[in-house]
Each structure stands twice: as C-alpha cells, then as structure tokens.
C-alpha cells in the first residue's frame, strides 16, 4: 500500500491550499464584518469576489465526478464537468476547505450545491441541466434539497408523507419540509425535493425526485431553524410548507419511483464530502488548542507542560491520522469498486469523523476556557456545526446499524457437525426448555 501522494493529488491540493491562505484566511476578518453588518440574508461581496478568483485560475468544481463516472443516465457532451478529479484526489482538496467554515463555496464546492449539481449531472435530462445545472456551476444561483420531515422519523426515509401527484401536465406537491438547507439564500432559486408519487407501491418505490423552482406559488417559508443559537445566514436552514405547488411533469428527475436510487447516488458522495471536509476542522482546532496551550501559563509552568495536556494532544493527532486514511480508504474504494462496495467504510467514515472532530473542538475549548465558548476563536461555532454532522445525511445510529448488520452477515453461523453435536434427535436444541444464564441471554436478545 503507497501512503505517499500522486503528483496530481499533490498539485490539485496544493493548489486549494495556496489560494486560501493568500485570499481567504486573510479576508476572515473581512467575512465577519460584512456578515454582520445589515441585512442577514444576503450575498456577502467578499465570497463573491474571491469566488470570480478562484474560477479564473481553474480551482473551481472540483467535486463533479470524472468523465468516465458510470452512473450517468443521460449521454451528452462533456461540456457540464469540471477538473475531472477522483473522489481520492478531492478528498485532500476538501480537508484544507475544511479549515474555513465558507471556503468551500468559494471554490464551489459548498453542500448542498455540489450533491444536488451530481444528481443533476447523473440523472438530468438535457433541459433540467441547461435550465439549473449550468448556473449552478456557473456559480451564479445557488439549489436546496428538501427530504426531512417534521412530523415523521426522517431517518427512515420511506416514512416520507410529502405528495407528489400528476394532474395534466403537472405535478402537484402538499407537504411540509423542515432543515432546507440554504432557502435562506436570496440566491436559492431551485430545489429537488423528494416525496411519494405512489403509496400503494412497494416500500422503496412509493418516492420520487422533483425539481422545484422557489418562486413557486404554494412555497411558503414558515420558520428560520437556528443551529444551537446560529443562523448559519446567509445559507440558513428552513422549514417550508408546500400547498398545490405545481410543477411541469418535466420536472421529474429519472421517472417516478426513482427516487430512492438517486438519493443512494447523491448521498454516498455527499457523506464523504462532509466528512474530507471535518478533517480540516479537527486540524484547525488541534492547531488552535497547540498555539493556546503553548500561550498561557497556569500554576507556575506553562498549560502544555502539564500531562493532562500532553494526553489530550497526542490522542488528537493520533485519532485524525487514523480518521483521515479510513477517509482516503473510502474514498479510494468509492473510485476503484464503486460506492455500493464501499458503503461499509462510507458508513464507518460518517459515524467516525464528527465524533472524532467533536472531541478535539472540546478539548480546544477546555484549552480557551471562557474564550473557548466565545465567538473569538470559532470554536463554539465548530462544534455546533460538527454536532450537527451526527445528524445530517443519516444519524450516527443508522450508519452503527448498517455496519453492524453487514459485519453479521460476514460472519453468519454455518450449520455443520459442531452445530449438530449440539443438538438433540430430533433437532432441537440440547438445552431447549431449560434457563439460559444471564450472558446466554445476552446474546439471545
């Protein structure tokens, strides 16, 4: 196994790296002023201007999947592409994205844009591509992808009570969405939303994805959602009722019934993403905990010089090195096998890396102390975007249940002589009707 980088991973890295530390780091300050002043929800100029950078020198749409990507339905022209890099290859580029809470969209890289741009690209006709999917990579409007629900365990998708119903030539969609993510941007103009086209179908073909212009009649935004007190504006996350909006049956995405094969295509991507992307911010917390431990001093020495410290420190960095090749390796196999094969370490990935960045960020605010839950150092903020992660895209619980089940599958009992010594003349077990001790029953249950 060669640990050491390509060319080519280095280039496209280094690349993401420079651009940042010469333009956006130097504009934090700058971000945070125009945030602030004003209006909540509207375009900031510096992520604009620096976006119109980062697009002049080609470090743009670095997510959209090679040329040579299987899951296209649609054949047409090269044209709706970007760099072309791997999964593997964009993973290093998302971990530095990482470090800058809004540095991804200014290389257009920024959720849910670049899931909702894949489904698109994989599953658009010529006309949904040439009406969303090109200023979507232009950077010039920005998408929102509505599936949970409020009144439903969302984690099971086919609980989903959003109607999706033909009429003519439209579509008509009732329902209520809530943690619509970047609604709140005056420039989200469309979004793909999923719900039942039909009940009575078998449970993972009642759904359906339809593409849903904002400006519909029947969108109404009910409420902003903070996230542990931030608005997270301008990209905001919403809870929306939809009342007979219609849409053109056009609209579609790949035919009703579809719609859980697309979320399939558009969330193992968009799981990974995530999680390249909390490997850069369990770095800039480590880095910030260092620079703090080595500034101050307590009870006479400095704080890094008491063991506890040095603990906390060492498990940080060995706990995001181990992170990060579990990372590349799903990332690797999501190249190489395809994203089915790797659903386990995809899985495994999405489960470790919040939880992983959520104890370095609380290490690094315990290094701050008052300074820690602040807004001076970005920690607090961190860690309510990290603790959020364990929900998003599925909670930790659904990803430890698909693992745990596919790891029972590998290693399923196999009748044969040992089994059958067990066993009495007629089959049955040889302690039938007899009490299983405490550990027997754990293992019953």
């Known amino acids: 196994m060669d640990f050491e980088p ?36 509207k375009v900031l100029p510096i992520v604009e201007e620096l976006k119109a ?12 999947p090679p040329r040579n990507d299987s899951h296209h339905h649609v054949d047409d022209s090269f044209e709706f592409e970007g760099p072309g890099l791997t999964n593997l290859e964009y993973a290093l580029c998302a971990e530095e994205m990482g470090r800058i809470g809004w540095a991804s969209e200014v290389f257009n890289c920024s959720a849910p844009d670049t899931g909702n741009m894949e489904v698109f690209h994989r599953y658009g006709t010529r006309e949904q591509k040439e009406a969303w999917l090109r200023p979507l990579m232009n950077g010039e409007i920005r998408s929102a992808f509505l599936m949970t629900e409020p009144y439903t365990a969302s984690s099971d998708a086919t609980n989903i009570e959003t109607r999706i119903e033909r009429d003519g030539d439209h579509y008509v969609i009732n329902g209520r969405k809530w943690w619509s993510s970047g609604l709140g941007d005056p420039r989200c103009k469309i979004a ?3 719900g039942k086209t039909d009940f009575s179908a078998q449970r993972h073909a009642q759904q359906s994805m339809v593409l849903m212009p904002i400006d519909s009649p029947g969108v109404n935004i009910i409420r902003h959602l903070p996230v542990f007190g931030y608005d997270d504006a301008p990209h905001g996350h919403m809870e929306v009722e939809l ?34 992307r909390t490997i850069g911010v369990a770095e800039e917390a480590l880095a910030k905990m260092c620079r703090r431990l080595q500034e101050r001093e307590a009870f006479g020495k400095p704080i890094y010089k008491h063991s506890v410290w040095e603990e906390r420190v060492a498990r940080a960095r060995i706990d995001i090195e181990m992170t990060r090749l579990l990372c590349l390796k799903a990332a690797d196999m999501m190249d190489k096998v395809g994203n ?19 104890k370095i960020i609380d290490d690094a605010i315990q290094a701050h102390g008052g300074g820690g839950v602040s807004e001076d150092y970005g920690l607090a903020s961190a860690y309510a975007h990290q603790r959020t992660l364990r929900l998003a895209d599925g909670p930790d619980e659904v990803h ?6 596919m790891e029972f599958a590998k290693h399923a009992p196999v009748p044969g002589p040992t089994a059958n010594a067990l066993r009495g003349n007629h089959g049955r077990a040889a302690n039938d009707g007899q009490s299983f001790s405490s550990g027997d029953m754990g293992v019953a249950r």
């Open 400 to 405: 430890a249940r698909s693992i745990a089940q």
């Open 192 to 194: 793909i939303v999923m």
């Open 53 to 64: 950078k980062a697009k002049a020198q080609g470090i743009w749409n670095l997510f959209m």
């Open 340 to 358: 089915k094969a790797a659903k386990q370490e995809i899985a495994m990935i999405k489960v470790q890396a919040p939880t992983m960045a959520l």
């Open 243 to 276: 009342v007979n909006v219609r849409v053109p049956v056009t609209n579609m995405l790949l035919g009703e019934g579809r719609g859980f094969e697309i979320a399939q295509g558009r969330l193992g991507p968009g799981r990974i993403h995530h999680c390249m």
């Open 6 to 41: 390509t060319e080519r991973q280095v280039y496209w890295r280094n690349r993401v790296r420079d651009f940042i530390e010469a333009h956006v780091r130097p504009n934090m300050k700058t971000y945070e002023e125009q945030d602030r002043a004003g209006e909540r929800w």
